[in-house]
């Protein structure tokens, strides 16, 4: 059974790039969330998708970050005109269910802009 | 709003050593409380869970008792090995609006000493 896939593992653009981050949830789980990991720092909420619907964007930046979790195929965060600030460590964990539901989390997308 | 306080590493210990890393709450209601531990390069692992007062969660010789009246999860193992080497992070899940999002604390990064 595998585990929630994110990729790439590593992802590395020049300032005024997009990037996009890819999350498979896990078989059989229907919500998807993004958290953001600076360095040394803990991980901080983005957004929470259930399929075709963005249900909490609390933590999203307000410009040039969206997310979307289609009908079919992956989730997918995407950065656009990325600033070196946006270096960080993206991760996707995914629920059965929300509320209480444990979230199991991917590898990670690191992105480093240059 | 929720947050999470745990205790400022780094801590490094030898082998077979008590380990205890603290970890303190504010939230609204009763949440949900967990243990994640991240290995070099790696995602974040699930390591143990409470979801009510009282309740102790326990894993691969790790404990954390969910304790109401200090709002506090404090991570327990009688005797570590160096495979316990990672960062610890304590997440509160809580209730109501944006309960599905994890609040992590800092991280506390443990290095253990043959």
């Known amino acids: 059974n595998a585990g929630v896939m994110q990729n790439p593992r590593h992802l590395v653009r020049r300032r005024g790039q997009e990037a996009r981050l890819r999350c498979s949830p896990m078989k059989g789980h229907s919500h998807v969330y993004w958290y953001r990991q600076l360095p040394e720092e803990g991980l901080k909420f983005m957004v929470y998708l259930q399929k075709e619907n963005i249900i909490d964007e609390s933590g999203m930046p307000k410009e040039r970050f969206s997310a979307e979790f289609p009908k079919e195929g992956p989730s997918i965060l995407r950065i656009q005109q990325v600033v070196r600030g946006d270096s960080a460590a993206y991760f996707c964990?995914?629920?059965?269910?929300?509320?209480?539901?444990?979230?199991?989390f991917g590898p990670g997308t690191r992105l480093t802009v240059l | 709003g929720d947050s999470v306080t745990q205790m400022e590493g780094p801590v490094t210990l030898s082998e077979e050593a008590f380990l205890t890393i603290n970890c303190t709450y504010t939230?609204?209601?009763?949440?949900?409380l967990f243990w994640y531990v991240q290995y070099p390069g790696e995602g974040l692992q699930l390591l143990l869970k409470a979801t009510k007062a009282d309740d102790k969660g326990s894993n691969k010789g790790f404990e954390a008792t969910y304790r109401k009246e200090t709002t506090s999860f404090h991570l327990e193992k009688g005797s570590v090995q160096v495979s316990d080497s990672a960062v610890y992070f304590c997440?509160?899940?809580?209730?109501?609006?944006?309960?599905?999002?994890?609040?992590f604390g800092q991280g506390t990064r443990l290095t253990i000493n043959p």
């Open positions: 939230a609204t209601g009763y949440p949900s």
């Open positions: 964990a995914s629920s059965k269910a929300d509320g209480t539901d444990t979230q199991y």
């Open positions: 997440a509160l899940s809580g209730l109501g609006k944006g309960a599905q999002k994890l609040v």
